[in-house]
């Protein structure tokens, strides 16, 4: 028997409501998230939690992020990486509901690092509860001990997305330029 989330789907992500346009681009506001964390968890495209292979998901849509509400739903945090890729972030752990011996899956994207719970999960959470960054899956992001992380939290879905500081970059760059009217800069 599989776990369902009580307010999505076997992924854990939101039910499309009946009626909404099921169309790519078209946004009404019956098809807009209700919370920030389903907009972003939405966007993630994440595989279902027994998948057996990581199938890459889509980056966030940071051009669009202004028009996700803004709520509670999602936590943030920047935090150092120390050498064993262990990141300390007690209020994402607890908000998470994380406990030592729970069980996560990391999903490796282009641009981010997804770590979720899962049943059958590799990882497991240390007795001192914290995030953990395997370094096989550091690397090809480029993230080294003492880097920072920008750490995105979705509680009610288990899920933390680990970003690098240049993909924080990158995000805020591209926000800027697309919104460079809306600013009045030329």
């Given at each position: 028997m599989e776990a369902r989330n009580p307010q999505g789907n076997q992924r854990g992500l939101p039910r499309q409501a009946a009626g909404s346009p099921a169309r790519k681009g078209v946004s009404s506001p019956a098809a807009r998230p209700r919370t920030t964390a389903q907009g972003v968890v939405t966007a993630l495209a994440l595989p279902p939690a027994r998948a057996e292979t990581a199938q890459p998901a889509s980056p966030l849509p940071p051009g669009g992020l202004h028009q996700l509400p803004r709520d509670a739903s999602m936590l943030y945090d920047i935090r150092r990486v120390d050498r064993s890729g262990r990141v300390a972030s007690g209020d994402i752990i607890d908000a998470l509901r994380w406990h030592p011996g729970s069980t996560l899956d990391v999903i490796v994207t282009p641009r981010t690092i997804v770590i979720r719970t899962a049943p059958g999960g590799r990882l497991r959470v240390p007795p001192?509860?914290?995030?953990?960054i395997p370094s096989h899956v550091r690397?090809?992001?480029?993230?080294?001990?003492?880097?920072?992380?920008?750490?995105?939290?979705?509680?009610?879905?288990g899920l933390v997305i680990v970003y690098p500081l240049s993909a924080l970059d990158e995000m805020i760059s591209r926000y800027h330029a697309a919104h460079r009217e809306d600013e009045g800069l030329q």
């Amino acid at each position: 028997m599989e776990a369902r989330n009580p307010q999505g789907n076997q992924r854990g992500l939101p039910r499309q409501a009946a009626g909404s346009p099921a169309r790519k681009g078209v946004s009404s506001p019956a098809a807009r998230p209700r919370t920030t964390a389903q907009g972003v968890v939405t966007a993630l495209a994440l595989p279902p939690a027994r998948a057996e292979t990581a199938q890459p998901a889509s980056p966030l849509p940071p051009g669009g992020l202004h028009q996700l509400p803004r709520d509670a739903s999602m936590l943030y945090d920047i935090r150092r990486v120390d050498r064993s890729g262990r990141v300390a972030s007690g209020d994402i752990i607890d908000a998470l509901r994380w406990h030592p011996g729970s069980t996560l899956d990391v999903i490796v994207t282009p641009r981010t690092i997804v770590i979720r719970t899962a049943p059958g999960g590799r990882l497991r959470v240390p007795p001192r509860p914290c995030i953990i960054i395997p370094s096989h899956v550091r690397r090809p992001h480029g993230i080294s001990p003492g880097d920072h992380v920008l750490i995105a939290a979705a509680p009610e879905f288990g899920l933390v997305i680990v970003y690098p500081l240049s993909a924080l970059d990158e995000m805020i760059s591209r926000y800027h330029a697309a919104h460079r009217e809306d600013e009045g800069l030329q």
